[in-house]
């Protein structure tokens, strides 16, 4: 199992998969900060390929947070209809965010991991696949998202003197 004690990762560097997680970490910053580039400025293309073929392989590693951002990574390079299968059906969208990672948002932050840099990023494009399934003729269930997750009020979430439920916690 993963080390939470290491949420960063960094500890062995590599793990028993021989994957380099504090590389992995450091080309993710750089892919994200490339794209504030026009596309021929960018660097590092190689560490993309290498990024995409990792995520791409069934993950073996012990880096709970690096698994994670590597599936938020990849919204980038898939064609909509296998983001919106990839949205609905995998804990990178098929579930809440508190049941992908149990964590708290300080701690992920304090990991290192740009996971919420990655979301924020494919929030772009995801916006924009919305924009062109709606145009299209696609039709949303009333009070559910694009995942198919129910939007209603929840007790812990909307009313904050409610009890939350076990869904919830």
């Excluded at 939470?4 to 998969?17: I, P, Q």
């Excluded at 073996?60 to 209809?81: R, S, V």
């Excluded at 919420?116 to 559910?144: C, K, W």
């Amino acid at each position: 199992g993963a080390d939470v004690a290491d949420l960063s990762c960094e500890a062995g560097a590599a793990d028993t998969s021989g994957t380099n997680w504090p590389w992995v970490k450091k080309a993710m910053r750089d892919f994200l900060h490339s794209m504030d580039q026009r596309p021929e400025e960018r660097k590092n293309l190689d560490d993309v390929d290498k990024l995409l073929a990792l995520a791409s392989a069934p993950v073996k590693g012990e880096c709970y947070l690096g698994t994670i951002a590597l599936g938020f990574f990849t919204y980038h390079f898939m064609l909509p209809e296998e983001r919106l299968s990839f949205l609905r059906t995998t804990v990178f969208g098929g579930v809440t965010f508190q049941r992908a990672v149990p964590l708290s948002y300080w701690d992920v932050y304090l990991s290192g991991w740009p996971i919420f840099g990655l979301m924020a990023a494919a929030s772009n494009v995801i916006q924009q696949d919305l924009v062109i399934s709606r145009s299209s003729g696609s039709t949303a269930m009333p009070g559910v998202g694009m995942t198919g997750i129910d939007l209603g009020p929840r007790d812990c979430c909307d009313f904050p003197g409610g009890p939350a439920s076990e869904e919830d916690r």
